[in-house]
């Protein structure tokens, strides 16, 4: 026979487990309140898990994206910059022409400002940042251009001058070049020396850059080109007005064949200025999708941290006051089991 | 009635009392004995008006006890399962802490949107190159983790089966001893309390179901009746393996010559060799997978293919690389244990002499395999295409028991997520199988277990009886003595 | 002749009493006897034929026992410590073979392995080696001397056992190639249990016995010798199954179908015939459950100790547990027991007045019931042994004092002459 219902083990088995499983909580708890965060993420979110590793994934990716971004806008700034410069050295040069057409001491003088420009546009578009130059296309570890003034003679330099002894039978620097007719000289301009401004033979003698531009990924499926190249028409037709002024004995034409030079040099100029604003205005186009880019990102960026925080954030108000409750429990089960432990019979025997 | 009937009855008072004393005092030795029953002394009277003790029983409830048998069995299951799947988290850790697989393939995926950025940049590539280390020896180091663990579950199935025969045979004693005593009338209860706590201990390792027979012979099976113990003690036999790759079989445990893990007709449901069981060849088998398939997707990633006009080769491994290489494993098949053997490829390495720009060229197959023929540093083709396939959904392996279309990111964080949906479901059952233990014991407890304060009053009561029979003796001695004084 | 009388008489007063004193010297020092039975004395008066002159006559001495008078149990802690509760005696033997009747019980196993109690009497009883023992009521002829040195090593072959299962409904069908009882190394099978049993000379025979679905509650139980089976506990047995039998049950009701067989019969290698008795098994959609096993019989082992039951059945108690009726103790009386003659060693005979021993068993015809492990005390209470005592004092001394008035009258009467 038993006649009580409850067994001394009973009784303080009860009350020890109990204190072990508030103990549990509250170290949990305490963590909480400390870090803001769930104790064990994984252990609280289960399958849950998943999205917030994901959505980390994606943060950092567009983290990462927006970083990139910053390196793609900077070289295309850079890239817009340095075609400006180049478009005001073309338009400024255009009107030099026109000034030089009037004026007896033009040859002489537009023949220095031409070899000026054309120093200034070959060193602009040796242009590099961080390393890697800006027109070479993809080629970005090799200069794109050389300098046509050097010593010795560069390719392109020699082909110019190849090209004018094969037409002229004479050089140019030869004074007889007053000899030429203006109708030759457009010959020559025309077919002969623009040839020497073709993709090919610019390849050839005039440029290492890559015809193929730096693709970049501006966002998580757009891949735009980011660059432009020193292969461009544009830069070709500069290139070539630039050349003929400065190095086809200008100085020393009869004064029908240097109007249909400088003619010939402004029209190729002004063209070179209409496609180089083409360009500008494509790379601002692009310029224009990346900062749209990075705006959104910067808000995504916001939203996936604020749903991170959503997915493994504790309410700081809620874990204290959890807190304290615990403590609170674990407290009146402390004095509890004191208490238990005083009530015995044995006490009063 | 006479003085000396008189003396005698006193006498076996003295005796009766002097045993219930004793019963009491087990009783309160075994207070803080968990599973120790009350126990109880039968007291009958004599013809001749005196008492005896007739019998010792226990206070017990079967339907208590087998509740309680039934919830051990099931915690103990549970609470391996969530010890191995801790260990296994730790292959994940904290989401903050980007430690997954999953993270570092994000990493990886980062790493190389810098290098494109940069193509030029040697500092960049090394840092991807380096990020693919880090996530190739993260693969690495989980594989070891899981396989771990696999041998760490392996080496406690064979503790645990040592345990069980040693307890079969511990049972096989204390049995003998009960129905030895059930036939003399013996005092068994101690005995009983004893095959109790054994039983206890051997529904730790698997569930039990038991049926007790004529003399309190108690027949024991396992949950999905296989003979643990009839009489004598069957044998549990398991042959260990010491070593686990991922392709490592585990061996059934058997009793009775009756494979009672796996999927066989007669596999246990409860105990911890369940949970055991279930680890080794289901839980940690099935994370494996999803590593190797993380690996697989690695490899098919960065593969590489032929550049010739005409391509002629198939396409091979790049910048991972594992023994079957150079040929790139079969697409959406599972490849068991690629993820302990997955490595970067030496060319490319710059721990190794390799060079990390390969990874901007492509060529890390052969001469055949350039994506950049020119040589280009600003070239991106290559690493845009990569980029591609990181964000492109591949197929894996079903078997690997998440959606078998994801980018390899989301595949990664759907591994992530079955790991902690498993941690926190066990995490739960292991909650509610305790708290149930812990009702079944405490339910148990209230039914059959000492209460101290019963025990003193008791001992009250016994002190009483034992006074007033000295009383009573001392009495008759005086009467006695008085009719001999009156002797002369 | 009145004076001498007078002396004569209370001569045999004093002797009437000292005979008093003696049984109550004898009860007092045997209060502690265990089945001692009190010794009283009962006085008659002898008057002699008177005239007008009054002739005193003498006292008569009849000793009693009150061997019928129950004595209060003492109980201990030996199985072999016997008591009778009720009218019957044990029966004992001297060493030449006599018998006696005795309730003193405290018998313990000697050199010889017989019963002896603290006086040197053996117990007798029936064995029941040959099955029930023959009682002829009135004779001792049968009775031999309890011995339980003798008890060996005995197996016990098992004829009878149970075992009730449930089936699983829903289990799959295995092919006729692949059951247990074609024996091949591809055997499958539903559930298997297996069941200690022991051959005729005890060596322990674990039957492996397989159930296995082979149709729609269609279950075929094959039974194995586990000694038998292939490494690793499994199929192929090195020999065919010990037995098979195809059960059928009711699609209805679940239980075994009215012509299926209710059982089937294990021939143990070397041993008797099991009988295993599978009537209560059933096929529901639960798992497969045991719900009785058992199996008569036991293996060869030590007696450990005996037992002696309420109706004087003495078991041998084997270490394994087994227990084996090996005697039975009869009780026996007489038509009346008070006139029993007491001998030394508690042990009465009969006599002419006791009539007739009638041997029973305990539980019979009044004979009572055997007690074990509890003695019969001595019926002396000393109390009253006292008072007896203080008693016959007082009246020796009366009668000394009337012995010396007549011895004074006599000195009277003899000084007359001078």
């Known amino acids: ?349 | 009635m006479t003085l000396s009937a008189g003396l005698e009855v006193a006498r076996s008072g003295l005796a009766v009392t002097a045993g219930q004393t004793a019963v009491v005092s087990r009783n309160v030795a075994n207070v803080g004995n968990p599973l120790a029953s009350r126990k109880i002394a039968n007291v009958v009277t004599s013809p001749s008006g005196g008492v005896a003790l007739a019998s010792i029983t226990r206070v017990t409830n079967q339907a208590l006890f087998d509740n309680l048998l039934a919830a051990t069995s099931a915690s103990n299951a549970q609470q391996a399962i969530m010890a191995a799947l801790d260990r296994l988290d730790q292959t994940i850790n904290d989401p903050e802490l980007d430690a997954s697989p999953a993270a570092l393939v994000g990493k990886l995926a980062d790493a190389i949107q810098q290098y494109a950025s940069g193509p030029h940049d040697g500092t960049r590539a090394q840092s991807a190159v380096m990020a693919a280390s880090r996530l190739a020896q993260a693969l690495n180091s989980a594989t070891r983790t899981v396989q771990d663990v696999r041998a760490q579950a392996d080496a406690d199935i064979a503790n645990s089966v040592e345990r069980l025969n040693a307890l079969l045979a511990q049972f096989e004693t204390i049995n003998t001893e009960i129905v030895k005593g059930t036939r003399a009338g013996a005092d068994i209860t101690d005995y009983l309390d004893a095959r109790d706590r054994t039983l206890a201990a051997i529904s730790e390792e698997v569930g039990v179901r038991t049926i007790t027979r004529a003399d309190n012979d108690m027949v024991v099976f396992t949950d999905s009746g296989v003979t643990l113990f009839e009489t004598r003690a069957r044998t549990v036999t398991f042959a260990p393996t010491l070593i686990y790759s991922a392709t490592t079989v585990g061996n059934p445990v058997y009793v009775d010559g009756v494979p009672i893990t796996g999927s066989g007709s007669m596999a246990i449901g409860t105990g911890r060799l369940t949970g055991l069981v279930s680890v080794r060849d289901d839980a940690a088998v099935t994370y494996q997978r999803q590593l190797d398939e993380i690996a697989r997707g690695l490899i098919e990633i960065f593969a590489e293919s032929d550049q010739s006009a005409v391509p002629a080769l198939p396409d091979a491994t790049g910048l991972f690389t594992w023994p079957g290489g150079p040929a790139v494993p079969p697409a959406g098949v599972v490849v068991d244990g690629l993820a302990g053997v997955i490595a970067l490829a030496a060319s490319v390495d710059p721990l190794q002499g390799g060079n990390p720009a390969l990874l901007r060229d492509g060529g890390i197959a052969g001469p055949a395999y350039v994506y950049n023929t020119t040589g280009a540093a600003g070239f991106v083709d290559r690493l845009q295409e990569i980029l591609d396939r990181f964000a492109e959904p591949r197929a894996f392996d079903p078997s690997s028991n998440i959606d078998p279309l994801a980018t390899i990111g989301g595949f990664g964080a759907a591994s992530a997520a079955w790991l902690q949906e498993a941690r926190r479901s066990a995490a739960a059952e292991v909650e509610y199988r305790t708290t149930l233990l812990e009702r079944s014991a405490e339910a148990l407890s209230k039914e059959t277990g000492v209460n101290l304060d019963e025990e003193m009053t008791r001992l009250l009561e016994l002190e009483r009886a034992y006074q007033a029979s000295s009383k009573l003796i001392s009495t008759i001695d005086t009467m006695l003595g008085s009719l001999i004084a009156a002797i002369r | 002749m009145g004076l001498s009388g007078i002396m004569r008489t209370s001569a045999s007063g004093m002797a009437a009493q000292a005979n008093r004193l003696s049984t109550v010297a004898d009860n007092i020092a045997n209060a502690s006897t265990t089945g001692y039975k009190r010794a009283s004395t009962e006085f008659s008066s002898i008057l002699l034929e008177s005239g007008s002159e009054y002739l005193s006559g003498s006292v008569k001495t009849n000793v009693r026992y009150a061997i019928s008078e129950q004595g209060a149990f003492s109980f201990t802690t030996s199985a072999t410590d016997l008591a009778v509760n009720g009218n019957g005696f044990f029966i004992v033997s001297d060493s030449n073979q006599q018998t006696f009747l005795t309730r003193a019980g405290s018998f313990v196993k000697n050199g010889d392995g017989d019963l002896v109690n603290a006086a040197g009497y053996r117990l007798m009883g029936y064995s029941l080696a040959n099955g029930a023992p023959n009682v002829v009521a009135n004779s001792t002829a049968g009775l031999e001397v309890v011995n339980i040195g003798n008890l060996a090593l005995q197996a016990n072959p098992p004829n009878l056992g149970t075992f009730f299962v449930n089936l699983p409904l829903n289990a799959a069908i295995v092919a006729p190639a692949d059951l247990p009882s074609a024996n091949a190394a591809t055997a499958t099978y539903t559930a298997k249990t297996s069941l200690v049993s022991y051959d005729n000379l005890g060596n322990l025979v674990t039957l492996d016995v397989y159930a296995t679905k082979t149709a729609a509650h269609t279950w075929e139980i094959a039974v194995f010798n586990q000694a038998d089976a292939g490494a690793g506990g499994g199929f192929p047995y090195a020999a065919a199954p010990l037995a098979t039998e195809t059960l059928t049950f009711d699609p209805n009701t679940g239980q075994l179908d009215a012509g299926s067989p209710t059982g089937i019969s294990i021939p143990i290698p070397n041993g008797a015939t099991v009988d295993l008795d599978m009537s209560q098994t059933s096929q529901l959609a639960a798992d497969y459950i045991v719900l009785e096993a058992t199996m008569n019989g036991n293996a060869p082992s030590q007696v450990e100790r005996v037992e002696i039951d309420d109706d004087g059945v003495l078991y041998a108690v084997f270490e394994n547990g087994a227990r084996v009726a090996t005697y039975q103790i009869p009780l026996a009386t007489v038509a009346s027991p008070d006139n029993l003659k007491p001998l030394a060693g508690n042990v009465f005979a009969p006599s002419i007045d006791s009539g007739n021993v009638q041997i029973g068993f305990a539980g019979q015809g009044g004979l009572g019931s055997i007690v074990s492990n509890a003695l019969e005390q001595s019926t002396v209470d000393i109390a009253s042994e006292l008072t007896t005592m203080i008693e016959s004092q007082r009246s020796y001394t009366v009668n000394s004092k009337v012995f010396q008035t007549g011895a004074d009258l006599m000195d009277v009467l003899v000084n007359l002459k001078r």
Do not use: C
């Open chain 1, 1 to 349: 026979m038993k006649t009580t219902f409850i067994s001394t083990q009973a009784i303080s088995e009860s009350t020890r487990l109990s204190i072990a499983k508030l103990q549990l909580k509250l170290a949990g708890a305490q963590k909480e309140v400390v870090t803001g965060r769930l104790a064990d993420v994984g252990l609280s979110l289960g399958y849950k898990t998943g999205e917030t590793v994901s959505l980390r994934q994606e943060y950092e990716r567009i983290r990462t994206m927006i970083d990139t971004n910053g390196v793609v806008e900077n070289r295309l700034e850079l890239t817009q910059a340095a075609l400006q410069a180049i478009v005001n050295a073309a338009q400024d040069f255009v009107g030099d022409l026109l000034a030089a057409r009037s004026s007896d001491s033009g040859p002489a003088l537009v023949k220095r400002q031409a070899e000026m420009a054309l120093s200034g546009l070959l060193d602009k578009l040796n242009t590099a940042s961080n390393d890697a130059y800006l027109f070479a296309g993809i080629n970005t570890d090799v200069r794109p251009v050389t300098d046509y003034f050097q010593v010795p003679t560069p390719a392109s330099r020699q082909s110019v001058a190849d090209a004018f002894f094969t037409q002229f039978g004479i050089t140019q620097s030869d004074p007889a070049v007053v000899n030429i007719t203006a109708a030759n000289m457009q010959t020559f301009l025309d077919t002969t020396f623009a040839g020497l401004f073709d993709a090919a033979a610019w390849a050839a003698n005039w440029s290492s850059a890559s015809d193929q531009n730096v693709r970049s990924r501006i966002s998580t499926f757009e891949l735009v080109e980011t660059s432009t190249n020193a292969n461009e028409a544009a830069i070709r037709k500069l290139a070539s007005a630039f050349t003929m002024v400065a190095d086809l004995g200008t100085e020393n034409l009869n004064q029908s064949a240097f109007y249909a030079l400088v003619d010939t040099a402004a029209q190729r100029a002004g063209e070179a200025v209409q496609e180089l604003s083409v360009l500008q205005g494509t790379l601002g186009t692009v310029q224009e999708r990346v900062s749209i880019a990075k705006e959104t990102m910067s808000v995504q960026v916001d939203i996936i941290a604020s749903h991170i925080n959503l997915l493994e954030a504790v309410d700081p108000a809620e874990a204290s006051t959890r807190v304290s409750t615990l403590l609170t429990q674990l407290e009146s089960a402390y004095a509890l089991t004191a208490r238990l432990h005083q009530l015995s019979v044995l006490n009063y025997l």
